[in-house]
C-alpha cells in the first residue's frame, strides 16, 4: 500500500514534539504511534498492537540486540572506572597537563579523529576520556557531545573502518545499475571521498572552534552558563548519563591511571580481533571490514571491558564479591534510559520503512533534470531522509544506485558518476550527525553526559552551517565542474568566515563574548 504524504507525519510528529516537550521518549513513541494509527486504518486499538510489535521487533532484532548489550556492558565497565577510581586519577593527571580549555577540547577533538574504525566506539572511548576533564576545565556537555558526535560518524567514513566497507558496496551497486563496468568498486569509493564535503567540513568546523575558543548560536549560551556559573548542563536537564548522581563518590583507594586505561585499552583491542575474527578470510583489509559483524565486535569488546574491570576489583581487594557485583548492576541502570530511546529509534525507523517514506521523498524528484541540480538535489534528499528516518546507512541504501546511473546517463562520465556516491554520503551523514532519532547522536548524548535535546539543539547550528557550504560548494561543481581540490579550500575559508561572522552576531545577540564566554559589560554613557 502507498501512503505518500502520510509517510511524513511518524517522523515529523516524534521530531516536533520532541523538540516542544524536550521529552524524547514520550515524542518517539507517539510518532511510532501516529504510523501504526495510519497503517491500522486509523483504529486506535490495531494502532495500540501494531505500535506494541514494532517496539518488540526493534528489540529481538538481532543486530538491536547485540547493540542494546554492547550499551548495557559499556554502562558496567564505566561504572568500574568510576568506583575504582579511574576518572579520578585522569583528572588528576589532567589537571598537570591539560591546562586550559583549549587543550581539552583540542584533545577531544584530536582523538576523535584518532579513533577512526567505528563511530560507536570513537563516541564511547573520547567520552569516558574526556566527560571528566571537561567538567574539570567548565566545558559545556552541549560542547562535548557535539565534538563526540562531529568526529564519529564524519571521521569513519574515510578511513579503514566498517563505514567504508558499507560505502564501497553501496558503489558497486551503484555501478551494477548504470552498467559502469571499466572501474573497480574501491576505486569508485576513493574518486567519492573529495567529494563527501560535509563530513570533510564538519570535522574540520570543530578543529576551528577549538582551536579558536569560538562558539555562536545557542552552544554560546550554553557555554556562558558553564563558564560564569559552572553548570556543566542546564538547570532542569536530563543528562543521559549522569555518573556522579548514579554512582556516587569512587571508593577511598589511591587513584591509579591503569584503572581508567586497562578497560579502555582492552575494550579498543577485543573489537578490533572481533573485527578481523567474524571477516577472516574474506580476503584484504577492506574485504575483512565488509565481510566482518560490527556489532558482535562491539558486544565482545563491551563485555570484555565490563569482565576487565570486575577482574580488577577483586583482584586488587578495593572491592569484594557483593561490592563488585553491585557496581557491575548499576552500570547496567545507567544506560537503561538511552537503550529505551534507542528501541524507540529503531522502531520509528521501521514504521518509516513500511510506509515508504524515502521512496516518497525520491518519486518528488523531476524528470530531466540538468546536471547543475543533481548534486544539490540529492544532497538535499539525503540530509532529509536521513534526518526524518535517523538512519544514514538506511539513506545510502536507497540513494546511492539512483545517484550514480543518474549523473552516468547525464554525463556519460564513469569517473564523475562514481564520485557522485561522495554528495550521497554527504547528505547521509547530515542525518545521522543531527537527528534526534539517530543512534550515533544518541550515543553522543550520552557519553557526554548531556541532555539529548539540547545536544541537537545546540548543535543543528553548527551542522546548518556546514551543510550550507558543502551545497554552496556542490553548486559551483555541477555548474562549472571545479575541481575539488579548489572546491575544498574555498569551502574551508568560507566556513572560516561564517563562524567568524556568526560569532560576531552572537556576541550582539546575546552580549556574550564568543570567546571568553563571559556576559559584555556595557559601556555607561557620559
Not at 526493534?58 to 558496567?76: C, H, K, R, V, Y
Request: glycine letters at 8%; hydrophobic letters at 50%; a neutral charge.
Amino acid at each position: 500500500m502507498e501512503y505518500g504524504w502520510l509517510a511524513i507525519i511518524p517522523p515529523l510528529v516524534a521530531i516536533t514534539l520532541a523538540f516542544i516537550t524536550k521529552r524524547v521518549l514520550i515524542s518517539l513513541f507517539l510518532g511510532i504511534f501516529s504510523g501504526g494509527l495510519i497503517i491500522s486504518g486509523w483504529n486506535p486499538f490495531s494502532g495500540v498492537v501494531y505500535t506494541l510489535n514494532t517496539v518488540i521487533g526493534s528489540i529481538t532484532d538481532e543486530w538491536n540486540a547485540q547493540l542494546l548489550l554492547f550499551n548495557l556492558l559499556m554502562g558496567s565497565g564505566v561504572a568500574f572506572i568510576w568506583r575504582l577510581g579511574g576518572s579520578k586519577a585522569l583528572t588528576t593527571w589532567a589537571r598537570k597537563r591539560i591546562k586550559t580549555r583549549k587543550a581539552a577540547g583540542v584533545g577531544a577533538w584530536v582523538l576523535g579523529i584518532v579513533i577512526f574504525f567505528n563511530d560507536y566506539v570513537n563516541a564511547a572511548i573520547v567520552g569516558n576520556v574526556f566527560r571528566d576533564i571537561s567538567e574539570e576545565h567548565k566545558i559545556s556537555s552541549e560542547r562535548l557531545s557535539y565534538i563526540l558526535d562531529s568526529t564519529a560518524a564524519p571521521v569513519a567514513t574515510f578511513f579503514i573502518s566498517d563505514w567504508i566497507a558499507f560505502q564501497i558496496g553501496m558503489v558497486k551497486t551503484g555501478m551494477e545499475t548504470a552498467g559502469i563496468t571499466s572501474i573497480e568498486p574501491f576505486t569508485g569509493y576513493l574518486y567519492s571521498i573529495p567529494l563527501n564535503l560535509y563530513c570533510i567540513l564538519a570535522v574540520l568546523l570543530v578543529g576551528m572552534l577549538v582551536i579558536t575558543e569560538r562558539d555562536f548560536g545557542p552552544m554560546l549560551k550554553a557555554e556562558h552558563r558553564a563558564v560564569t556559573e559552572g553548570k556543566i548542563v542546564r538547570d532542569g536537564a536530563k543528562p543521559m548519563l549522569d555518573v556522579n548522581y548514579e554512582l556516587g563518590e569512587p571508593k577511598d583507594t589511591k587513584p591509579m591511571l591503569i584503572t581508567f586505561f586497562l578497560p579502555l585499552i582492552v575494550l579498543v583491542g577485543v573489537t578490533l580481533f572481533g573485527f578481523w575474527f567474524t571477516g577472516r578470510g574474506a580476503g584484504g583489509i577492506t574485504d575483512i571490514l565488509g565481510a566482518s559483524d560490527p556489532a558482535k565486535a562491539l558486544l565482545w569488546g563491551s563485555f570484555a571491558m565490563a569482565l576487565t574491570g570486575i577482574v580488577m576489583a577483586l583482584s586488587t581487594k578495593i572491592m569484594n564479591l557483593a561490592e563488585t557485583m553491585d557496581t557491575f548492576v548499576d552500570g547496567l541502570k545507567l544506560m537503561l534510559l538511552a537503550c529505551v530511546i534507542l528501541v524507540m529509534a529503531w522502531s520509528l525507523g521501521a514504521v518509516t520503512a513500511e510506509m515508504d517514506l524515502a521512496g516518497f521523498i525520491v518519486r518528488a524528484i523531476p524528470e530531466n533534470l540538468p546536471f547543475v541540480m543533481v548534486p544539490i538535489i540529492i544532497f538535499l534528499l539525503g540530509m532529509l531522509i536521513s534526518f526524518a528516518t535517523g538512519t544514514s546507512w538506511g539513506t545510502m541504501t536507497i540513494l546511492t544506485p539512483i545517484a550514480i546511473p543518474l549523473a552516468y546517463v547525464l554525463t556519460n562520465d564513469a569517473y564523475l558518476s562514481v564520485a557522485m556516491s561522495g554528495v550521497v554520503f554527504s547528505g547521509a551523514i547530515f542525518g545521522d550527525h543531527c537527528s534526534p532519532i539517530s543512534d550515533t547522536t544518541v550515543l553522543a548524548s550520552i557519553f557526554s553526559g548531556a541532555d539529548h535535546i539540547d545536544h541537537v539543539s545546540t548543535q543543528v547550528p553548527y551542522a546548518i552551517t556546514t551543510a550550507v557550504v558543502a551545497l554552496l560548494m556542490y553548486l559551483l561543481w555541477g555548474q562549472f565542474f571545479i575541481s575539488p581540490a579548489i572546491l575544498i579550500p574555498l569551502g574551508i575559508v568560507i566556513l572560516f568566515a561564517l563562524m567568524y561572522g556568526l560569532s560576531k552576531l552572537s556576541r550582539k545577540k546575546y552580549g556574550i563574548h564568543p570567546i571568553t564566554k563571559k556576559t559584555i559589560k556595557k559601556k555607561k554613557a557620559n
